[in-house]
């Protein structure tokens, strides 16, 4: 099996870049044939795990959609960042951007804009970009959020200057309002609510954030990032949620990634934004980056990107139309079905418990009974010795958990083999 075949390798990846632990390769003067490069590549990539091996349990990524795969690989040249030689490929992303404003809670008479992005990052900093060039007259921008929010926002505030207000998780691991509300203040340039976290899978009381948005006049953006194509399928399941999608009249903006849930090929996010009319627009009004040479005129983008890849928005469109609403909600309900499974199966564990209860495909795992740096140390040691078992779950030191997110390349086998192993692992190491 393909596992066993990977040899262990010691990488140091905290010095990755420093000089002394890279192997040194010199740029080879003669070409070679492709049979021998594709040896000396399997080599390397042979160390990678590979979601079909079912031992990924921890990432929110997964495996491409067959489909999805196919059509990237035939649309590949395309370049978003010229849309003058792409109008068709920048058509399709346009089409993309309605149909998961629509899918978001955007109503037909919304203005819904955005664009392809390159994930959660990109997309969060062009909310946070927006919203700041949109109230120059403010010196020393901040934004308000949860503790729990994704790193990317320590990114943000470094790159734009911005401070980052958080307020601390309650007992239920959800952000404490009453301390949420105290931080907003005159130099608040937008408040930010996640719609699934990146250690729990949680959903912020988005419902009073934009509340505070409406009593403050503040921008919202809502990092969906990993909840934004979870939440619309658990809802339609009968799960309750806090409104975290453009029903809400004060959500300006959301970051929403195909290549999590979505299935779709890395990489791939979409920002989008609510626009006023005309006279009121957002975009209008910043405007975005002008690119004044390209074959087809100027035009303005939001993208940080320069050039950028047009393929996952083709098959990101053709996915949708492949599966439909009935058939990522088919996927949904499986990771459900499967995160309630492991976490009945984990509660039975004398030594284990689970964090909170799960309110998406995502269960935070830790030791019971136990103090926060005893549990901590322990669940380190934890994860170590199931790495070394080849089982690739999630680690949140300074949480003292063990993440599990049931993407779609796993299965009931997966998840039993799993528990298996962890059980003896327990009872040798603990
Ligand atoms: N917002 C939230 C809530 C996220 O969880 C993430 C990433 C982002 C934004 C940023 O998204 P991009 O990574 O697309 O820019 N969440 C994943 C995580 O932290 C990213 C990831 C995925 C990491 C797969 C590792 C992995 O194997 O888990």
């Not at 035939?74 to 089409?95: F, Q, S, V, W």
């Not at 074959?295 to 047009?310: D, Q, S, V, Y």
């Not at 690739?392 to 390349?409: C, D, K, Q």
Request: proline residues 4%; contains cysteine.
């Amino acid at each position: 099996m393909e596992l066993s075949q990977r040899s262990k390798t010691n990488i140091d990846f905290e010095n990755l870049f420093s000089l002394n632990t890279l192997t040194i390769s010199t740029f080879p003067k003669y070409g070679s044939n492709p049979e021998l490069i594709n040896n000396m590549l399997r080599n390397d990539v042979l160390n990678d795990v590979s979601y079909k091996s079912g031992r990924v349990l921890g990432a929110m990524s997964t495996q491409p959609h067959f489909f999805a795969a196919k059509l990237y690989s035939e649309y590949m040249e395309k370049n978003l960042g010229d849309r003058g030689l792409n109008p068709g490929t920048a058509k399709i992303e346009a089409k993309l951007v309605q149909m998961m404003g629509s899918l978001l809670g955007a109503s037909h008479t919304d203005a819904i804009k955005g664009n392809m992005t390159s994930g959660g990052t990109e997309s969060n900093i062009i909310a946070i970009y927006l919203a700041k060039s949109l109230q120059p007259e403010i010196s020393h921008p901040n934004i308000v959020l949860s503790e729990a929010a994704h790193y990317s926002f320590e990114k943000i505030a470094r790159l734009m200057n911005i401070e980052l207000r958080f307020a601390h998780l309650k007992d239920d691991f959800h952000p404490d309002m009453h301390e949420y509300q105290s931080l907003i203040n005159d130099s608040t340039i937008a408040l930010v609510g996640i719609a699934g976290t990146s250690a729990l899978g949680l959903v912020d009381p988005t419902d009073k954030i934009a509340e505070l948005a409406r009593k403050y006049h503040k921008f919202l953006h809502i990092d969906g990032a990993f909840g934004g194509f979870v939440l619309p399928f658990l809802e339609k399941l009968g799960h309750q949620f806090p409104i975290y999608d453009f029903r809400s009249p004060y959500i300006n903006t959301i970051s929403v990634d195909p290549h999590k849930m979505g299935m779709n090929v890395n990489p791939s996010g979409i920002f989008l934004v609510k626009d006023g009319d005309d006279d009121n627009s957002k975009v209008k009004k910043e405007n975005g980056f002008k690119i004044p040479y390209l074959a087809g005129g100027g035009f303005r983008t939001f993208n940080i990107l320069g050039t950028r890849p047009g393929a996952p928005a083709i098959s990101f469109w053709g996915l949708i139309h492949l599966l439909g609403f009935e058939g990522f909600l088919e996927i949904v309900q499986q990771a459900w079905d499967l995160t309630k499974y492991l976490e009945d199966q984990i509660q039975k564990l004398p030594q284990l418990s689970t964090v909170c209860s799960p309110e998406t495909n995502v269960l935070g795992i830790q030791f019971s009974n136990e103090n926060n740096i005893r549990s901590s140390k322990k669940i380190k040691k934890l994860n170590q010795i199931l790495r070394e078992h080849d089982w690739y779950l999630g680690f949140f030191e300074n949480r003292g958990l063990l993440r599990f997110v049931s993407m779609p390349h796993v299965n009931q086998a997966h998840i039993d083999e799993f528990l298996n192993d962890l059980k003896r692992i327990l009872y040798y190491h603990f």
